[in-house]
């Protein structure tokens, strides 16, 4: 007996041997795809979706997010970096409480299961309380707590905040619910500590067998401070210094220069490319056509929506497609299938979930979107990656699935209480802006 | 007694004296803006719409589309643009029959109206089936089938299939419904005909008080292969011929030079910029910051959906605020306000229905959408406008309304009869692209 038969659907599957399958029925039992066919399917299930007019993919993963930043969506638009950061950003990030993260972070999730969005790699502050969200609305994640640290002197491993939360984290969440949370080890960047931190947490994530999040030549002022600094750019003295020896995800990564790409791919880091983010705040469009041709992996990331202001997954993957292609003048660079991997396969890679997240495939999670394509902005389907890369929009997902178990289907959460997030959101926007 | 009274929304007006209420009444009488107030109105109504967490704006103005080209919606994506064009859009627009135009206008409107758009420039062919289908759809449509000449002996203007065109529509069309519809004089491009061509339809244009609507210097290589032809810049042989002597919009404008800029601006042509269409068929992005320093008026418009592939001008505005951002670096270029101004006021200015359209303004069209803001990819909403022009999608549309006569409410259709769309579409495919 199944748990869920899917018929009639167009199954794309990012399976390079089946890549697109229609009329395809695909089955889940036990949290798992039990299998993907274009044969009619009539096993038992104990529930039936007739999928006609819909598109099954495998369901999306962030790899570079601060969810919880969704409580400034909006919040200091068009100002320059310094002032959005300075004058904006970290006056409310200092007011931010435990609960303000949990909230901060439903809302995030909720707006991230209702555009197809099933796991994320997120780093930002009070861990245990984003560990518990996520363990509350049914995600995948990757988190962490970035070490950040401007003064030698003042900085003890030992007794770190983000060290005790690391620790904490690690105890009571890492490998919570079969893997669907692990901890990460973080440095937020560079230039916002030095290398004897770089060293800690590099050993702290070889020790207990955690992936590394970092920043990474996200602006070419920070990017050419390093090289002033050390001699050397920032993927090379934090590859130096052991940062990459674990599998590691590199946000941003839009100044890097061609030395640091074979950094990258020797070292197998993941680029986490956030096409928005990056034109939104002025730092550029990152050499992703060169970081393919180089070997080198990209995921996509939304990052925090403060700077975005949205955590629609569709939108990163249309517009890395779109600006390769108009920067270099080639209309063939980063065509729809590839785009769509960076968004699923290559961020299970990122996020050491390969086995199991990134396909839809016998044997892999059933964690699964369906695509609404019979709506006027999606007919008519000639390729259905083309509309899942060029057409569809986040709010076309209908249905958003984990392991089986819906999250989300047509507008109603089955995990995250809206109504609740509504109130919270309204009192902490009299707190946190009004006061 | 009024037709319609809206209270409780948030208006963006695109008024500079209020540019936004919030708690405001817009009240609609005869197809016109009664009044739109921070106050409480209480006057009698046919009907009453409480839109508490909605944002009321002007409806969306796609300056530059060729809507029935929403058939070949990623009919041919990732080619280059010779490919793209001969192997794939020229033979299949060689099979269209007016019909085909006729349902493939409907399904675009559709997507249109779904996603806030109520005014398009359109610019294809069998322009008398162009205008059937906008007349029956409810939009404002300016509709132009362009010139396009490649020999200048198999050239008469007289008997030419376009000028007949032109002629039957300025007779049964063109002022329809109280000027909804527009007839516009057209020249597909520069390099797709000769002078004698661009002096007849610009005489055409001035003799019967039309726009004018042209392709301008959308390539590199168009751009360079005329200053090579005729010693001058596209905007340049074109000013010179009399094309921008009426009110006129020049599609794309990628490669102009500063000296284009300023003929534009002294001959108050508007730009309609597609940055999605650039982008994807690696044209390059239109140098719109320094267009707006220079003074010239810049709208958007998505192109056809073959090279896109989506109508939502959402999109369009926030990508064309994100690259000008991004290439400038300066996250100040093209604060959240200007990027909206494009999609409506600049629209207006071109489609020469600035009195009437692109402003929530009491004497202004009742032609205005309701977003939803109460969706958690909306949420919270600290400024209005960086919410519409940051975070919301067509599919945050909830209702769209011309003059006052809803066309579009939540996900129903009331001139459009989609299932008769479909149809048609589903044999417009067998016979197009299957035999």
């Not at 791919?265 to 041709?293: C, D, F, Q, Y």
Request: glycine letters at 8%; charged letters at 25%.
């Amino acid at each position: 007996m199944l748990d869920l038969l899917i018929k009639n659907c167009i199954a794309v599957t990012m399976d390079d041997e089946a890549p697109v399958i229609s009329g395809a029925c695909i089955g889940v039992r036990e949290g798992k795809i039990a299998f993907v066919t274009p044969d009619p399917a009539d096993e038992p299930a104990k529930r039936v979706i007739d999928a006609a007019g819909k598109i099954a993919m495998p369901g999306l993963i962030n790899t570079h997010s601060h969810a919880a930043m969704a409580l400034m969506r909006g919040y200091a638009d068009d100002y320059v970096l310094q002032t959005w950061l300075y004058d904006y950003v970290f006056p409310v990030e200092a007011r931010l409480t435990e609960e303000d993260i949990y909230w901060g972070m439903q809302l995030a999730m909720a707006e991230m299961l209702a555009s197809g969005t099933v796991s994320i790699t997120d780093m930002y502050m009070y861990l245990p309380s984003m560990a518990r969200s996520v363990a509350d609305a049914g995600l995948y994640g990757n988190l962490s707590n970035a070490a950040m640290c401007f003064d030698p002197a003042a900085y003890r491993y030992d007794t770190d905040k983000v060290t005790q939360q690391n620790r904490e984290v690690l105890r009571a969440y890492h490998g919570f619910d079969g893997g669907r949370i692990r901890l990460d080890a973080a440095i937020h960047a560079e230039y916002t500590s030095f290398p004897q931190v770089w060293r800690d947490y590099a050993a702290f994530a070889a020790e207990n067998g955690l992936n590394m999040h970092v920043h990474l030549s996200e602006t070419k002022k920070e990017h050419g401070e390093c090289v002033e600094k050390y001699g050397k750019t920032p993927a090379a003295v934090l590859a130096e210094n052991g940062v990459f020896d674990v599998r590691a995800t590199a946000a941003h990564c839009v100044w890097v220069t061609d030395g640091d790409l074979d950094i990258l791919r020797e070292k197998n880091v993941t680029v986490a490319h956030n096409p928005v983010s990056n034109l939104k705040l002025g730092s550029g469009i990152a050499p992703v056509g060169k970081m393919l041709e180089k070997g080198v992996r990209v995921s996509l990331g939304t990052d925090g929506v403060c700077s975005n202001n949205s955590h629609d997954l569709f939108e990163e993957i249309k517009l890395t497609a779109l600006l390769q292609k108009g920067v270099s003048g080639d209309p063939r660079q980063i065509p729809a299938r590839e785009a769509l991997r960076m968004a699923t396969r290559a961020g299970a890679y990122a996020q050491r979930r390969e086995d199991s997240l990134g396909c839809l495939k016998a044997g892999y999670d059933a964690s699964l979107i369906l695509v609404d394509a019979d709506r006027p902005g999606l007919m008519p389907v000639h390729h259905p990656e083309s509309a899942l890369a060029y057409s569809a929009r986040g709010g076309d997902v209908c249905l958003t699935m984990v392991r089986g178990r819906v999250l989300y289907e047509n507008g109603v959460f089955t995990t995250i209480d809206i109504e609740r997030v509504r109130a919270a959101l309204s009192a902490v926007m009299d707190r946190l802006f009004r006061s």
